[in-house]
T-cell receptor, first 113, second 116 residues
Framework: GDSVTQMEGPVTLSEEAFLTINCTYT??????LFWYVQYPGEGLQLLLK?????DKGSNKGFEATYRKETTSFHLEKGSVQVSDSAVYFC????????????FGKGTRLSVIA | GAVVSQHPSWVICKSGTSVKIECRSL??????MFWYRQFPKQSLMLMAT?????????EQGVEKDKFLINHASLTLSTLTVTSAHPEDSSFYIC????????????FGPGTRLTVL
């Protein structure tokens, strides 16, 4: 079945460091890919998404590019802030929005000043 | 943007009691709602898919008689944990998708259930 694998955490970075969180997927067909963020004590929020190969999703300084050839959707940010500390989930949706999401295990990011 | 609410946000109950969790889409019609469960420091696991006006589809290993799901309207789905036990303690999260064919689901803030 479909699956998402993302790098194990926790990840601890200093403020203004470069962030990469790796995500690879296995799916039949051409899924849509997502990054969700969960801040402490809150629910999941959509961070960015890409719906087809070579699409780049971006939001709040975060970017991820849908790479079909490597089945990857790595999350990057050039300069992290303390406020970026959260758990980040990579996810895929095989079809439309009316199909459930398959999530990776999540990566906890801690940014220290 | 689309907003999904959950009520209650947290609940503590005694073992053997039943707990109902509501999931509402506040500004759009959700033809499909999903219920997930999240254990501490783990990912979200899909429990069931709920389509308005029809029976929910449960994932393998999820007891449908224990986790009752009702999706009576386009803006409301409920999850009832019947005869709750301590092992049911978890974070329950719903998401909603509209009928517009978009790829985006909107998540509720979650409900933390603690069964004593």
């Amino acid at each position: 079945g479909d699956s998402v694998t993302q790098m194990e955490g926790p990840v601890t970075l200093s403020e203004e460091a470069f962030l990469t969180i790796n995500c690879t997927y296995t799916a039949t067909g051409y899924p849509s890919l997502f990054w969700y963020v969960q801040y402490p004590g809150e629910g999941l929020q959509l961070l960015l998404k890409a719906t087809k190969a070579d699409d780049k999703g971006s939001n709040k300084g975060f970017e991820a590019t849908y790479r079909k050839e490597t089945t990857s959707f790595h999350l990057e940010k050039g300069s992290v802030q303390v406020s970026d500390s959260a758990v980040y989930f990579c996810a895929l949706s095989a079809l439309s929005g009316n199909t459930p999401l398959v999530f990776g295990k999540g990566t906890r990011l801690s940014v220290i000043a | 943007g689309a907003v999904v609410s959950q009520h209650p946000s947290w609940v503590i109950c005694k073992s053997g009691t039943s707990v109902k969790i509501e999931c509402r889409s506040l500004d759009f019609q959700a033809t499909t709602m999903f219920w997930y469960r999240q254990f501490p420091k783990q990912s979200l696991m899909l429990m069931a898919t709920s389509n308005e006006g029809s029976k929910a589809t449960y994932e393998q290993g999820v007891e449908k008689d224990k986790f009752l799901i009702n999706h009576a309207s386009l803006t409301l789905s409920t999850l009832t944990v019947t005869s709750a036990h301590p092992e049911d303690s978890s974070f329950y999260i719903c998401s909603a998708a509209n009928s517009g064919g978009t790829d985006t689901q909107y998540f509720g803030p979650g409900t933390r259930l603690t069964v004593l």
